[in-house]
Each structure stands twice: as structure tokens, then as C-alpha cells.
């Protein structure tokens, strides 16, 4: 910015001008930088002095060799080496300058004052659930000397909650703040020496907001260069779950699987053909076909067994053999899996499971989930094992030993029944060999089992030691 004052028209030697009055706008480049940087410049001609004594414009003077004097010409100085802050401004407080280097005049401006304090509140209940409002205090103190004017206060709210238009209120009274997202910044606020200030705003929980705490945040800060003015305060809310979108039930039944399919048949229900039925859960050999179950031969639930999760959590069975738990998981946003294990020492005598065990799903929120487990009384069918149903130094299982386990399948794949495997050894140090043996003629039983067998075969197996 470029001032031209009045000056007079002529100065006679030794004679003072003095210009007052001269004005200049701070904007904001100004504020921002927190100095002003002044110079001032002037220029005039030498010319002669009339018979009057008065200079005389008319008549310029001249050197000897007859070419005009250059005009006079001088920048203020304030004769001083300028220092320089911590952000390399100049500062009017360096030494004399010998040299007159126009060092120009420099105005600090004062920013607003740090050290402000601010405190955030949540006004009512700070537990809620998704859907209902929240509001905020905030309070904003002033314990230094200087007056606060026009500074920011911004607020950052977390995801999962949403500013409710018209609600902000700045000592009582309705404010408009600037909204970008989750970031709430009030203007131009004004804090004298001494005093306080109060805004008010609600906020709205959404879907997106997770269970638990949830932190706002807030401070003061400076307009021009965003700097803090104050330590950040919170205030935290609690989201809560809320049953019917939050949580997932999940419900089931442990029956007596009497014809080991691991379905829990209806009376008269068709025979179900090998991987084409539905059911809650999948099997090794697919979901395999079955005889009717007789309106006599009902598949009842089995009262008193007990379920646990892995958190410890403990159900029982009622007399119908089923169970509920009422919000087993707080699922996240694409699910979670859940574990239950039926503990098979709760069970009538003589019964094994006839489904997995443990089991684990799948849960969505909101979305009620079954969870059945069977359980049958069948005839065990031992397989005696030794070295010698092997060939000499491997694992694989003799042709003697093959066709007679083809021929005891045929037998059994009309009754339902449960496969004990027992290897017999003379030295714990063989036990390893035995289970690799008891291995490969489980996984030999099960691919004759796939093409012949007409319910879920149930398969033992257990390492016993010669007396």
C-alpha cells in the first residue's frame, strides 16, 4: 500500500515538514504475519532562491559543467539492525546502525492470547443408544490479561454421531457454526480478561456409531494461522447395544438323533437325498438320505444338557431339550462367528453326538439364529487293530484288512451304528504310529462310507495298551 501526503511545495535549508494523520488497514496478510512493516520515501529538486529569500521552482540548480542536479532523494531509516523472532520476523530492538542501511519501522501486532481454558460436559445422560440425541457444553474461560477476540472454538465429533441443524446456542443465544463433516468450528468468538462463554450443541447418534465409548473433542484456535489457544478438552458418551438391531439370539435344540443323520427329522418326513436337503449345518459325507421316521418314532429333544461358549458362559437344556441365548453376540458390521460346544459328558448314558461338536456359525445383527445338536444311543461296532492288519514298515492298511472293513460296512449301512477304531500297542513310544495307522483307515472307511452309507457314521478311535 502506497500513501502520497500532502507535503508543502518547498522547503527553504533547514527548514521541518511534519506529515500526521496518516492512516493504514490491518487485513488479515497482516494479522496473520502479527507485524507491520513501514518505509516512507522522499524525493524533491534543488533549486535557486529567488530576491524574495523563497526557493524558486523556476529555476533549477546546476553543476559547473551546466547539467541539472540529480534530484535529493531519502528512505526513513530507523537507524537500527533489525533482530529477529523465533519465526525470522524483524523486531524493532536491535543496535544503532552506522551506516543508515533503511532498516524500515516495525508495528507488532498482538495475536490473540494463549493459555485459554476449556472444559466440555455432556448435558443429561451420557449412555445412550443409536437414534437419540446428545448435547454438549462447552465452556471456554479466559485467566490471562489480554482479551480473546474473534478466535475459533472447533469442535470434532467422532464418526457415528451427526450435528443437529439450529440447535447451537453461544451464551443463550442462536448461533450459526461452520459444518464440514465432523469438524463444528465457531467463529469470531469474543472472551474478555476474566470471563467465560458457553456454547450449546446437540448431536445425533447414528447407525455407524460403534458400541462403547465414544470421544468429542474441542479447542481453541487462532483464526489466522489455526494455532492452539488452549489444551483440547473431551467428553465422552457411552454407546449402548440395543437389542433388537445389535445383538443376535441365538436359539436351538439337542435332540435324540435316532436315525443318526444328524437332522432332527419331522414324523413322515420323505427320505432326504444325499446333498440336496437343507439343514443348519454340513457334513463330511454331505447330508445323506434316511427312512421315515415312524409316527411312533418321534425325534425328542434331551433334557438337561449342558452347552458352554468359550467365554465360560454355561446353558442347560430345558425338558424339550432346548435352549436360548437371548444376545449371544454383539456382532460387527460383517459378522462374527460364534462357538458352542456341547459338553458330551452331560448326556443320557450310552449317547454320542451325532454333529459336530463344537459348533460355530456365522452371526449377523439383529438376525435370530438356530443352533441344533444331535445326540443317539446306536450300536457300537468295535475294530480291533494291531501290526499286523499293516503292511511290514508303512502305514497302509493290508488287503485283508481292507476287504474285511468293506464287508462290516455292508452290514451296517442300514442300522445305525458307531465305529470304535482301537489300536493296540506294547510301548507309549508306538503311539504316534498307531494314530497315523488309525488315520489313514478312518479316511479308507470314509470314502467306501460315501458310496454306500445311508446315515451319519460316527467313527471312535482310541490307542490301547497290551497288559
Do not use: H
Amino acid at each position: 500500500l502506497t500513501a502520497v501526503p500532502m507535503v508543502p511545495a518547498a522547503l527553504l535549508p533547514g527548514e521541518v515538514a511534519v506529515l500526521e494523520n496518516q492512516s493504514y488497514f490491518i487485513d488479515e496478510d497482516d494479522a496473520a504475519a502479527r507485524f507491520v512493516e513501514n518505509t516512507a520515501s522522499v524525493e524533491g529538486s534543488p533549486v535557486a532562491t529567488g530576491a524574495d529569500g523563497q526557493p524558486d521552482p523556476s529555476t533549477p540548480l546546476e553543476n559547473p559543467d551546466g547539467s541539472p542536479i540529480e534530484p535529493v532523494t531519502d528512505v526513513s531509516d530507523t537507524l537500527t539492525d533489525p533482530d529477529l523472532d523465533a519465526d525470522g520476523n524483524p523486531v524493532p530492538t536491535g543496535v544503532p546502525s552506522a551506516d543508515g542501511d533503511d532498516t524500515p519501522t516495525i508495528l507488532n501486532l498482538p495475536g490473540p492470547p494463549s493459555g485459554l481454558v476449556l472444559t466440555k460436559t455432556v448435558v443429561g445422560n451420557s449412555q445412550v443408544v443409536i437414534g437419540q440425541s446428545v448435547t454438549y457444553s462447552i465452556v471456554v474461560a479466559n485467566p490471562t490479561t489480554q482479551d480473546a477476540i474473534g478466535i475459533n472454538i472447533v469442535d470434532t465429533l467422532p464418526a457415528g454421531l451427526l450435528y443437529t441443524p439450529d440447535t447451537a446456542r453461544l451464551d443463550g443465544v442462536a448461533t450459526t457454526p461452520d459444518v464440514d463433516g465432523l469438524t463444528i468450528t465457531f467463529t469470531g468468538v469474543d472472551v474478555l480478561v476474566g470471563e467465560e462463554v458457553e456454547i450449546l450443541l446437540t448431536v445425533r447418534v447414528t447407525a455407524q456409531a460403534n458400541q462403547g465409548d465414544l470421544t468429542n473433542r474441542v479447542s481453541a484456535r487462532d483464526p489466522f494461522n489455526n494455532g492452539p489457544l488452549s489444551e483440547t478438552a473431551s467428553a465422552v458418551i457411552v454407546i449402548l447395544p440395543e437389542a433388537v438391531f445389535n445383538c443376535t439370539p441365538v436359539i436351538g435344540k439337542v435332540f435324540d438323533d435316532r436315525n443318526m443323520n444328524g437332522y432332527q427329522d419331522e414324523v413322515g418326513a420323505a427320505p432326504i437325498v444325499s446333498n440336496q436337503g437343507i439343514t443348519d449345518q454340513d457334513f463330511l459325507n454331505g447330508k445323506v438320505g434316511s427312512e421315515l421316521i415312524a409316527p411312533d418314532e418321534t425325534e425328542p429333544g434331551l433334557p438337561f444338557v449342558r452347552l458352554a461358549t468359550p467365554t465360560g458362559t454355561i446353558i442347560t437344556t430345558d425338558e424339550y431339550g432346548r435352549y436360548s441365548i437371548p444376545c449371544a453376540e454383539l456382532p460387527a458390521n460383517a459378522g462374527t462367528n460364534f462357538s458352542l460346544k456341547l459338553d458330551t459328558r452331560s448326556l443320557p448314558t450310552g449317547y454320542r453326538v451325532t454333529t459336530e461338536n463344537p459348533r460355530t456359525i456365522r452371526l449377523s445383527a439383529g438376525i435370530f439364529t438356530e443352533l441344533n445338536f444331535g445326540a443317539a444311543i446306536g450300536r457300537v461296532v468295535d475294530v480291533s487293530l494291531t501290526d499286523n492288519a499293516f503292511d511290514a514298515g508303512d502305514n497302509v492298511p493290508s488287503d485283508a484288512l481292507e476287504n474285511g472293513l468293506e464287508a462290516l460296512l455292508v452290514q451296517i449301512q442300514n442300522t445305525p451304528s458307531i465305529l470304535r477304531i482301537s489300536y493296540f500297542v506294547t510301548s507309549d513310544q508306538e503311539g504316534d504310529r498307531a494314530r497315523a495307522r488309525m488315520a489313514e483307515v478312518e479316511d479308507m472307511i470314509r470314502d467306501q462310507w460315501r458310496d454306500i452309507g445311508q446315515y451319519r457314521l460316527v467313527i471312535e478311535r482310541t490307542v490301547k495298551r497290551f497288559q
